[in-house]
């Protein structure tokens, strides 16, 4: 995104997006008709969370404007502790300490990671990046709690075809809208918004219907990892002290808030066939004898 706005403004980059991931998910979602909600409760709920996604999407962009990659990395991903905060108020999850602690880890992790890579701090972008981290908790938690109902796929062609509304309106107020003649511009945007919005936001969102909400914020910490990797393999970045601390750190916060799931999956894993075969007979017996009875 950082090079995006390089050509074009925050808004214009944004609506740009919008429409290009909403184009790639057509075909999809005409396939899938079949599965859009027809209540006015959902639909509403639907239009909601598209409201807030767009908001989250133009803070973060606009966000980067000021600030380098590096900061607007870290800012972003408060993220996960404003999740902590809101899961166990609103979806009841279990708020541990080994949670928060896991949390904490991975965030002082992207802190380290880019330590000494930032530009200084303004604190008007900063006000926008939390923001932006804090209506992206929200996202998760909204879509949790009231959407999970909803296929993936139809709940991120509303937030992409419905957030063209809000931003457009926005655009014209501000700055108008321009689409750079530049073949580099473009591969940036398709990759913006088929890749990372389109395709990566379904993915997303299939991820937080799926898992608890706390796991997936605190999992979704390892992106900025990922990206020093690429950025040492195809760009020839130096992989220094910091990131080597920095990536243990969060890789040991993932581990830890994923540590809970872990542990009862294992423990699920760990009965013998045996003891389940006699689980099953004893059921069987029981509900066997009461049938008996009833009989009697």
């Not at 409760?41 to 380098?68: F, H, M, P, Q, R």
């Not at 993220?79 to 904490?104: D, H, K, N, W, Y």
């Amino acid at each position: 995104m950082k090079i995006g706005l390089r050509f074009v403004s925050p808004t214009t980059f944004v609506l740009q997006r919008f429409i290009f991931s909403t184009v790639a998910l057509s075909p999809v979602f005409l396939l899938s008709l079949r599965k859009v909600p027809r209540d006015s409760d959902t639909l509403g709920k639907l239009l909601v969370l598209s409201l807030i996604n767009a908001s989250t999407i133009i803070a973060v962009t606009a966000g980067l404007v000021e600030e380098s990659s590096g900061l607007g990395a870290v800012l972003t991903y408060v993220q996960p502790l404003f999740v902590f905060c809101l899961a166990a108020l609103f979806l009841e999850e279990g708020a541990t300490s080994i949670r928060l602690l896991g949390t904490i880890s991975g965030f002082a992790g992207i802190v380290v990671l880019f330590h000494g890579r930032s530009s200084s701090l303004t604190l008007n972008s900063a006000i926008v990046m939390i923001s932006a981290a804090f209506l992206w908790a929200v996202t998760i938690v909204y879509y949790k709690k009231y959407m999970s109902q909803v296929d993936s796929l139809i709940a991120s062609f509303f937030q992409t075809s419905l957030g063209i509304i809000p931003i457009s309106m926005f655009g014209m107020v501000t700055n108008g809208f321009t689409f750079p003649r530049d073949i580099e511009y473009l591969y940036i945007i398709l990759y913006a918004s088929v890749g990372a919005m389109a395709v990566g936001s379904t993915i997303w969102l299939f991820l937080i219907k799926e898992e608890e909400a706390t796991v997936i914020a605190g999992s979704s910490l390892v992106t900025p990892l990922v990206a020093l990797l690429l950025g040492w393999l195809f760009l020839g970045e130096n992989i220094r002290i910091e990131s080597i601390l920095g990536s243990a750190l969060i890789l040991a916060g993932v581990f830890l808030v994923n540590m809970r799931r872990r542990k009862n999956i294992t423990c699920n894993a760990s009965i013998h066939p045996d003891s389940k075969r006699h689980l099953w007979n004893s059921i069987l017996r029981r509900d066997g004898a009461i049938q008996a009875k009833e009989l009697t």
